[in-house]
């Protein structure tokens, strides 16, 4: 965003209404609490356990709830959380009694060393669809609201009855010593061998990351598809609610699975980007083009479709996520 944070909150406060932030500490092993609200929208990060020791997993919960006709815009996966191991991760999203979103992310860290950590700061975005709204600030693309850091210890895990006493070093190594005549190839040997490790590494490392974060986004958006094919279906009152989850699925996956910027454009928007993808065959492009166009229906144009196009809509997302996940550039170069 093009807005520096406080900028950003300031507005957001100022156009959709009084804002705030609560942190709560832990007491009595319960976990570890920070709220924050920006107008419609408020974002509850949870860490437990409170206390934890090193090689405890870290349980990470960012539940946000926002007032209907609000989209929401999670942050991306493992946003922020670089500094520590992310063990597993689930994502789900359902509507309220009200009509509203409720999004949760949740995540198992573990951490790398002991002593004072931080659970920095989340960014969650959303566009104001409500009417007499303005869907985001002038010049952008949403709303933020940043999340509270949550500020922890991890203790160290020593055996019990382990000796604290500091022992007597054992004396100095002795220099090795390398024949004068072969130093310099030896040295040139040694640096060598380092500069093809290191090429050799960056590239396994490269390709090893590309597909673990396509993956991740094929599983994450599997489980929340499951999850909603697994649910009952929705009535005319639960459409509009249902196929924005539906849609919102598909966008996250496309953002996360092939780089697109989906949330914050419009279908028309999105169905131009998409013809000029390297990443979607035409099959893909008109799959996406139909599916998009039928949840816009119901979404802006409250058309209520039928139970066998619900039961396209479901089908179509399901295809789309299977047909594209495999890599389609490997695919198209014969790899």
Not at 62 to 88: C, K, N, T, Y
Not at 123 to 143: K, M, N, S, T, W
Not at 209 to 237: H, I, N, Q
Not at 249 to 271: A, D, K, M
Request: with cysteine; hydrophobic share 40%.
């Amino acid at each position: 965003m093009k807005l520096r944070v406080a900028t950003a909150i300031a507005l957001a406060g100022l156009l959709l209404g009084a804002g705030g932030t609560r942190a709560e500490e832990a007491a009595d092993g319960k976990p570890l609490e920070a709220t924050s609200e920006t107008g419609p929208v408020r974002a509850t990060v949870r860490l437990s356990p409170p206390q934890p020791a090193i090689g405890d997993p870290l349980g990470l919960e960012l539940e946000v709830r926002a007032e209907p006709d609000v989209e929401l815009l999670m942050p991306e996966f493992g946003d922020a959380l670089d500094r520590f191991s992310i063990v597993d991760f689930t994502q789900s999203e359902a509507a309220d009694d009200e009509g509203g979103t409720i999004s949760r992310q949740r995540y198992t860290l573990a951490p790398s060393r002991s002593g004072p950590q931080v659970i920095p700061q989340l960014l969650v975005e959303f566009v104001d669809r409500r009417d007499g709204r303005d869907p985001a600030p002038e010049g952008e693309d949403a709303y933020e609201l940043l999340t509270t850091a949550l500020e922890f210890e991890v203790s160290a895990a020593l055996p019990e009855g382990a000796s604290l006493e500091l022992r007597e070093p054992l004396g100095k190594l002795g220099e090795r010593v390398v024949p004068g005549r072969y130093r310099a190839l030896w040295w040139l040997a040694s640096l060598l061998g380092l500069a093809v490790c290191a090429f050799f590494g960056v590239r396994i490392l490269t390709v090893w990351r590309t597909r673990s974060l396509r993956r991740s986004a094929y599983e994450v958006a599997k489980a929340d598809l499951d999850a909603l094919l697994m649910a009952p279906r929705p009535g005319a009152r639960e459409m509009d609610a249902f196929f924005v989850q539906l849609s919102n699925i598909v966008r996250r996956y496309l953002e996360n699975r092939f780089g697109l910027r989906s949330p914050e454009l419009t279908t028309e928007e999105f169905v131009e980007e998409l013809a000029h993808s390297p990443d979607l065959v035409r099959s893909h492009q008109r799959l996406l083009r139909e599916f998009l166009n039928r949840a816009d229906l119901v979404k802006f144009a409250h058309v209520v479709p039928d139970p066998a196009d619900v039961e396209l809509s479901l089908e179509s997302a399901r295809s789309f996520l299977e047909a594209t996940r495999s890599d389609v550039s490997a695919e198209r170069a014969g790899v």
